[in-house]
């Protein structure tokens, strides 16, 4: 049998394998992907990708020096932009300054000069076009500094942030889990079988996600590839420990290695299952979300548990029993008939949580009340050129240009509305507060375009508010069907549909893990009380990291997306250590009692959902070592809370809040009365009332 499901693994393999090289291909990073097709700023991108001509990548040339520019300089930028224009016609560039005013314009102190280039998208993308529109521009007299800006430009380095990603993040998060792995088991061997079954969960999940692209049109970002591979890795190897953790239990008793599997399979398989149906539970709630990128993780994540918790119950433990006792050398465990229990560290802990219960709840709740104070911090939106660890060109020429171009400091505004209504649409957006300027372009396919310039930095609420006016005063024109896109007006659609996101997703994830938790511990008051932990190690992390981000890492602000993908995650990985515990604290209280029953499962599962913990929380910490905020945010936050979980919450907060609230922790089921035991003994449980007595 081990045999069989082996080689249905090698054909299942050698099918998969070469599909999940296939993921990038299908993968994007354009906000318009992200966004949901009713949002206004898509229905202006695929208005422009439908007009002839194509959408244009618009990319902004600021050139300037310290001391003021020489006729040189001027001469320079005038060659440039001819070059520019010839090379990419027919829309090349947009007057700057009037109407009618050349293509370029010279700052009031003389030390700078800009123009716009829009380069149609039918010449390739904007990561294909910044290197050589910089290098192109390399030919100009020395002290002229130049930067290519502008929101094509941003999109560019971007995407070059991305290039090679999820080789690094695959790469990384092997060598991470490795490390930890032989860390944990001090053999040179037994390492290796989990990591090759996660290696290939990670495959099959990622050629799965490229079916399910290609079959349904789900959206596939960067990030989201990226959490998948972290997200495969790290509960795929929690399940991996788990498992060798039962197996090398019921290796002590049982002499045959395949009888030995079958105990512990049926030890820890409902504990693994619950755990990965509550975090696929939660996963498949993103369905509800507007935003594509949301919903797009929750088919992507689902089926990367789904591979896991399969490649785990099945490969895994076929490759086990085929390689035998062996595996685990030079600590064999040997089968005998009166096996020696050892108090340990982790029994030693529940002693100590017994005798003082109240110092124990009241002590980890001030904890997490401490760290959940830094909420109070700066948790504002961060601006899209904030997002970069060490800031590119493209954001560094938004500086500049902002300091000798005040008035062009926002991002462009792209408005289209029917011709016969453009001299009213101009005269109205001109007269809007925070605009600064405005010009007509081109009229094709029954639309005509207008670009409008903001007078406030980009992605600032000076900026939305500016964007919402504008949309408000086009909107009233009747009969002109004037929308209202451009790179600012699609962060300002995305920071709205994620607030509307999470006030639907944060309290459906709720009730979902919730009824999960209650089905799996058939009773009410336990999963109402993990959920409770749950959120507020939440609150905890989410404060603890402002702190770092804001304090130490001198961040400005926290991601639109981050809130929502780490309460999902805090939320369904967290509520998983408590499944392991309380799962085995039922299993143990049928038999021991409610205190003796929980206190038998911290000393089994300590040690091992505390290693799981470490090794999920590094997986998520590989994330810190990329170079965008985003992605260090996401992981450093589901890190620290994913710690928090396993050392304090489940270690500390829970076992002491069962030993508070006693066998009433399972009502309303039969464990939550009292219950006569055989033979005439007293209670196990020493503080049981006494209803339990014969």
Known sequence: MPWLVIGLWLVLAAVMVPLSGKLSSVTTDSAVDALPASAESTKVAVLEDSLPGGEDNTFVFVYHRAGGLTDADRATVERHYNTFAKRYPPKAAAPADEDEGPPTSRSTDGKAMTFTLDVSTTYGPPEDLVGPLRDDAKDRPAGLELEVTGPAAIDGDMDAVFDGIDLQVFLTTVIVVTVLLILTYRSPVLWFVPLMAVGVAALTSMATVYLL??????????????????????????????????????????????????HALRGAAPAIVASAATVVAGLLCLLVADLNSISGLGPIGAAG?????????????AVLVVLGRRIFWPAIPRFSTAVEEKVGLWGRLGAAISRRRWVATLGSLGILGLLAVGLAGNTGALREQDQFLSAPESVTGFTVLRQHFPELGGQPMTIYTRPAYEVRVLNVVKGTPGVVQAFPGETKGGWVDISVFPKDAPDTVAEYDTIKRVRAAVHAVSGAEAIVGGPSAENLDTEVTTSRDEKLVIPLVLAVVLIVLGLLLRAIVAPLILMATVVVSFAAAFGGSVFVFDTILGFKGIDYSVPLLAFLFLVALGVDYNIFLVSRAREETVRLGTRDGMLKALSATGGVITSAGLVLAATFAVLVSLPLVMLIEVGFLVAFGVLLDALLVRSVLVPALTLLIGRRMWWPSRLSRPVELPDGQRPLVDDEEPALQR
């Open 305 to 317: 548990i789904l591979c896991a918790l399969v490649a785990m119950l099945t490969l895994f433990p």
């Open 213 to 262: 692209v290609k079959g349904f049109g789900i959206v596939v970002d960067n990030q989201n590839s990226a959490l998948l591979t972290i997200l495969v890795f790290g509960v795929g190897t929690d399940y991996a420990l788990l498992l060798i953790a039962r197996y090398r239990e019921s290796l002590h008793h049982h002499e045959n290695v395949r009888v030995a599997m079958v």
